[in-house]
Antibody, heavy 123, light 113 residues
Framework: QLQLQASGPGLVKPSETLTLACTVSGASISGSDYYYWAWIRQPPGKGLEWIGSISYSGSTYYTSSLKSRVTIFDDASKNQFYLRFKYVTAADTAVYFC??????????????WGQGTMVAVSS | DIVMTQSPDSLAVSLGERATINCKSSQNVFYHSNNKNYLAWYQQKAGQPPKLLIYWASTRESGVPDRFSGSGSGTDFTLTISSLQAEDVAVYYCQQYYTSPLTFGGGTKVEIK
């Protein structure tokens, strides 16, 4: 059974760099299943925003509004993928979810989600 | 970017009654080449991640009760809960995957009247 679990520091200071990890169990992130994986965030009380995705081969795709500050990368040996977010501000306070892109397309619905990790940006 | 607009923002429906949520995209999300609408619906209960209900605008994800149905094409879509149950209280989101960036609607909160 595929499961994802996001983890992170919980609290970061403005202008710092945030790094989140998503641990995947029940599937290989870089194997022959050809899956894509994604980060999505949700500010408190607000809607959902797709941040970006990474493929089984390490190719990455980002939303244009965040592209200059965001990097998604993976570590196949740990079966994890990561979100690195530079120069965070209070506006980046949100629950960050990792999810699997439904197999079949690079851009698709998200069919398996992790529980999410809350990140607060505050001094 | 494709903007997804949902209506209403919230609705209260009696148990057993029908709930209807609308989603409008600022651009067409229908691909003529494969005759598919690149539109999904999610349910998010309090404190939980979203759950995929519907994809290709009208295909139910495995395990989703058949009281949930999706319809529409092009730019106008609807999620219908045919007989509202207490466990359906949640916020519902639409999402387009026609083109990047993938975008979501603002959400519709469904409550019991």
């Amino acid at each position: 059974q595929l499961q994802l679990q996001a983890s992170g520091p919980g609290l970061v200071k403005p202008s710092e760099t945030l790094t989140l990890a998503c641990t995947v169990s029940g599937a290989s992130i870089s194997g022959s299943d050809y899956y894509y994986w994604a980060w999505i965030r949700q500010p408190p009380g607000k809607g959902l925003e797709w941040i970006g995705s990474i493929s089984y081969s390490g190719s990455t795709y980002y939303t244009s509004s965040l592209k200059s500050r965001v990097t998604i990368f993976d570590d196949a040996s740990k079966n994890q993928f990561y979100l690195r977010f530079k120069y965070v501000t209070a506006a980046d306070t949100a629950v960050y979810f990792c999810a699997r892109v439904k197999p079949g397309l690079k851009e698709n619905a998200f069919d398996v989600w992790g529980q999410g990790t809350m990140v607060a940006v505050s001094s | 970017d494709i903007v997804m607009t949902q209506s209403p923002d919230s609705l209260a429906v009696s148990l057993g009654e029908r709930a209807t949520i609308n989603c409008k995209s600022s651009q067409n999300v229908f691909y003529h080449s494969n005759n598919k609408n690149y539109l999904a619906w999610y349910q998010q209960k309090a404190g939980q991640p979203p759950k995929l209900l519907i994809y290709w605008a009208s295909t139910r994800e495995s395990g989703v009760p058949d009281r949930f149905s999706g319809s529409g094409s092009g730019t106008d879509f609807t999620l219908t809960i045919s007989s509202l149950q207490a466990e359906d209280v949640a916020v519902y989101y639409c999402q387009q995957y026609y083109t990047s960036p993938l975008t979501f609607g603002g959400g519709t909160k469904v409550e019991i009247k």
